[in-house]
């Protein structure tokens, strides 16, 4: 069974920074697709970041430049680095991972695993 747990959010000041974690079970997510997603209040879950097995990120231009994903194989966890926290970084951030090797697919439907998220709030 997968599981996805993520931790590290919390309430920053604009400019601020925060690293969140995901730590996955289950099987070797760290060898397939994962990625950062987000969701802010009557807002549609949007993509952040993914990366694919061989570590290769893709960035979504609002955040290319401030956050950074990385992780770390032997302890099965994917981090988020974010700096620069912007008041519109304001929402629920999840992990998920897709049984998806290469040409990571972009949109939250491709990826079957989630996380419960992480709420992170940036005041101006």
């Known amino acids: 069974q997968v599981q996805l747990v993520e931790s590290g959010g919390g309430s920053v000041q604009a400019g601020g920074s925060l690293r969140l974690s995901c730590a996955a079970s289950?099987?070797?997510?760290?060898?397939?697709?994962m990625g950062w997603f987000r969701q802010a209040p009557g807002m549609e879950r949007e993509g952040v970041v993914i990366?694919?097995?061989?570590?290769?990120?893709s960035y979504a231009d609002s955040v290319k430049g401030r956050f950074t994903i990385s992780r770390d194989n032997a302890k099965n966890t994917l981090y988020l680095e974010m700096n620069s926290l912007k008041p519109e970084d304001t929402a629920m951030y999840y992990c998920?991972?897709?049984?998806?090797?290469?040409?990571?697919?972009?949109?939250?439907?491709?990826?079957?695993?989630w996380g419960q998220g992480t709420q992170v709030t940036v005041s101006s």
């Open positions: 998920a991972s897709s049984p998806v090797r290469w040409h990571c697919p972009r949109g939250s439907l491709a990826y079957p695993y």
């Open positions: 289950g099987y070797n997510s760290m060898s397939y697709c």
């Open positions: 990366i694919d097995s061989a570590g290769s990120p």
